[in-house]
């Protein structure tokens, strides 16, 4: 599974195990209450790793674009160079995109 699905899986959790323990608060089931906490953290863990694994990405795309910029500098080829900013800039965004929260 990718990151994009393993985010969306959860949250789907995340807000299923929400429902379960506000129905369980509501009908004073204890057990219920805490399977929906706990599937609730779950969801949320999940949507956290997906973003570690989105922000792992971006580093690298960062780094490599970096690096394709200044060989693309050494060489006086303008077009590496574009490219290489072009993939440093979508790393950055990634990972800005993923972050902690």
Do not use: D, P
């Not at 323990?21 to 779950?42: C, D, H, P, S, Y």
């Not at 973003?51 to 990405?57: D, I, V």
Request: aromatic share 0%; no cysteine; charged share 40%.
């Amino acid at each position: 599974m990718g990151n994009k699905t393993n985010r969306a899986k959860g949250k789907l959790e995340e807000l299923a195990g929400k429902a379960k323990a506000k129905v369980g608060k509501a009908i004073g089931n204890q057990q219920m209450q805490a399977e929906g906490k706990t599937r609730e953290l779950g969801g949320k863990g999940l949507q956290q790793i997906a973003k570690a694994g989105e922000r792992a990405k971006g580093k690298v795309e960062e780094v490599t674009g970096r690096a394709k910029k200044k060989v693309g500098a050494a060489l006086e080829n303008e077009q590496m160079q574009v490219e290489g900013k072009i993939k440093e800039l979508k790393g950055k965004t990634r990972q800005r995109l993923n972050k902690k929260s």
